[in-house]
């Protein structure tokens, strides 16, 4: 399993979480030189390697975007409500389904869903995950 890719803007505050902590030990560093180790860090030859794979592979939810995915193993499709990102590179969504969702799996009775609120990373994957390890909300790529 790979780690997906942040945006630039989170491998800047990489570098300045960096410049920070090693000042605190009495070291300094530039920006250059900060944004240089993260790119090491990451696999790249240079920042401005890292930048362009980051800049390329960097997804984006807007409000009224059509998606596509699977939500507690259903699959779906809907529009972006609400979409913001977070400085960690996750993105808090607001999803409205097409179609109602049941979210129980018992036969006895039934709860559907038609909107949802979940934080998913650059992948379009939530952290949380149901009992069979499944991520309970996948967005497939646009």
């Given at each position: 399993?790979?780690?997906?890719?942040?945006?630039?803007?989170?491998?800047?505050?990489?570098?300045?979480?960096?410049?920070?902590?090693?000042?605190?030990?009495?070291?300094t560093?530039?920006?250059?030189?900060?944004?240089e180790?993260?790119?090491?860090?990451?696999?790249?030859?240079?920042?401005?390697?890292?930048?362009?794979?980051?800049?390329?592979?960097?997804?984006?939810?807007?409000?009224?975007?059509?998606?596509?995915?699977?939500?507690?193993?259903?699959?779906?499709?809907?529009?972006?409500?609400?979409?913001?990102?977070?400085?960690?590179?996750?993105?808090?969504?607001?999803?409205?389904?097409?179609?109602?969702?049941?979210?129980?799996?018992?036969?006895?009775?039934?709860?559907?869903?038609?909107?949802?609120?979940?934080?998913?990373?650059?992948?379009?994957?939530?952290?949380?995950?149901?009992?069979?390890?499944q991520?309970?909300?996948?967005?497939?790529?646009?």
């Amino acid at each position: 399993m790979t780690t997906p890719l942040p945006t630039t803007d989170v491998l800047k505050a990489q570098a300045k979480a960096l410049r920070k902590d090693l000042s605190a030990r009495g070291q300094t560093l530039t920006h250059a030189e900060a944004l240089e180790t993260i790119a090491h860090q990451w696999g790249a030859r240079d920042w401005n390697t890292l930048s362009a794979k980051a800049a390329r592979f960097t997804p984006g939810w807007a409000p009224g975007m059509r998606v596509t995915g699977r939500y507690l193993g259903h699959p779906f499709k809907g529009v972006v409500k609400a979409a913001r990102q977070s400085s960690a590179g996750f993105w808090s969504l607001t999803l409205r389904f097409d179609e109602a969702i049941d979210v129980v799996t018992s036969d006895q009775f039934s709860a559907f869903r038609r909107q949802v609120n979940a934080t998913v990373n650059t992948a379009g994957h939530t952290a949380q995950k149901t009992s069979d390890g499944q991520p309970h909300l996948v967005l497939d790529q646009h």
